[in-house]
């Protein structure tokens, strides 16, 4: 049944400079309360960092949206004296908005109507920074406007007549249409190039037998902080939402005298716009191919649990959920932290604090022995007389120790499956 409108009002703020926001929530059946209010919460924060602030809060009762208005008439009714006793700019819903929602709120209430998926895609543009990320942005952005596509005023007036154009001819909505579809493909054609020129730099890494380990994790979780910490990569790093959108890779020396690979991605969230997922597809190619995925989890955060789970989910929609996993609890440091609890309750994984450095040590530990469990670290005893095969173990995988010995020259190797079946005859077990 749908239910009265609860009113939250948010006085706290300086609304002087910043565009004033009313968020919507609707409490569906089989949703809890406090699972809605954790919902709004994160849309708060998402629309502070997109620039904007809060003033008010509107919590609605439903069985099922209504398809006109989501709220329906007499709510949305009751949501537009909100909207004017706040001097609201906008309105955000936590839930996805169909482009004819959207059309019928923004007529009733005067203002614009978006939702959550809207405000990421804001914060994506305004973090995007090399071309790469630029490009996965717009092709994101540009799904997402397609079918809200419209002519300002409603009018869909006839182009301009000509040689070769008489007739019916196209509106100007559908030439609108037209061009973005256009670029849109236009976009996807520089991906595909990106993605190749990556695939060419994967089969590098492949032939110099470099794991890779891949940073995922809810954002804001201290992806960056621990990359910077682990491989002084002295990267950007911000206590804001999805500051990193472009992958960055650093090497880190193991103690066994391993070289891997450490790359930071970009954050997940709940409810992730599947658009956004789609764009950056060839960025999170990193996390599929990977020999280890570090889930770093905020251990400082109420929610670590739910956003465990959330990590996870978008692990399987990329098709990623197969590949090891990592659990690393982050910010030790903080006052009431839970990292060193949380780390006692998911056995194998690690507690650390990046800022300050504690731990670190033993995550790198730990990363070395998961790695190791792939067995691709092998003992090759070779004659003394065969500097052929010397040079070939160097050729095919990573050298990291060599000893000579009266009766054999000892190599301790990095090698992928291929290159252990050539130097089998020459592999000692230990």
């Known amino acids: 049944m749908a239910g009265d409108l609860t009113y939250i009002p948010n006085t706290l703020i300086d609304r002087t400079f910043r565009e004033k926001i009313v968020l919507v929530g609707v409490l569906f059946p089989g949703v809890t309360p406090e699972e809605l209010d954790h919902q709004l919460d994160e849309l708060a924060l998402l629309v502070d960092t997109a620039g904007a602030d809060v003033v008010a809060r509107v919590i609605q009762r439903r069985d099922a949206p209504d398809p006109a208005t989501f709220l329906g008439s007499g709510k949305v009714q009751e949501l537009r004296e909100i909207c004017l006793a706040v001097d609201s700019d906008t309105v955000v819903f936590e839930h996805n908005l169909s482009p004819a929602q959207q059309r019928n709120l923004e007529k009733i209430l005067g203002r614009t109507a978006i939702d959550r998926t809207a405000v990421i895609l804001d914060i994506f543009a305004q973090n995007a920074r090399t071309p790469e990320g630029k490009a996965q942005v717009e092709l994101a952005l540009l799904r997402y406007r397609l079918p809200r596509l419209r002519r300002a005023g409603g009018s869909l007036s006839q182009q301009a007549g000509g040689i070769g154009t008489r007739g019916p001819g196209e509106t100007q909505l559908e030439t609108d249409r037209r061009r973005l579809v256009n670029r849109i493909h236009h976009i996807q054609k520089e991906l595909k190039q990106i993605d190749r020129t990556r695939g060419v730099q994967r089969q590098g890494r492949a032939r110099g037998r470099h794991r890779e380990v891949t940073l995922v994790g809810y954002t804001n979780a201290g992806k960056s902080s621990l990359l910077n910490a682990v491989t002084d990569a002295n990267v950007e790093t911000e206590n804001r939402l999805f500051v990193t959108l472009d992958p960055r890779t650093r090497q880190r020396q193991l103690p066994g005298g391993e070289t891997i690979l450490i790359t930071d991605t970009v954050g997940f969230i709940s409810n992730l716009p599947h658009d956004l997922i789609e764009a950056f597809m060839s960025t999170l190619k990193s996390v599929q191919l990977a020999d280890l995925l570090v889930h770093v989890v905020d251990g400082a955060s109420d929610d670590a649990e739910l956003q465990i789970a959330a990590v996870r989910e978008v692990l399987h929609e990329i098709d990623a959920d197969e590949v090891p996993e990592l659990l690393v609890f982050n910010k030790a440091d903080v006052p ?8 006692k309750l ?42 052929d095969l010397v040079a070939a173990a160097h050729r095919e995988g990573e050298v990291i120790d060599t000893t000579i010995t009266d009766d054999y020259v000892a190599l301790r190797v990095v090698l992928d499956p291929v290159g252990v079946a050539k130097f089998s005859e020459w592999r000692v077990v230990t």
Request: proline share 4%; no cysteine; charged share 25%.
């Open 336 to 343: 009431g932290s839970r990292a060193r609890d949380l780390s």
């Open 346 to 387: 998911y056995p194998g994984s690690v507690w650390v604090s990046a800022l300050t450095g504690e731990n670190l040590d033993e995550l790198i530990g730990t990363i070395g022995d998961r790695l190791r469990t792939n067995d691709r670290v092998v003992t090759l005893h070779l004659p003394l007389d065969r500097g």
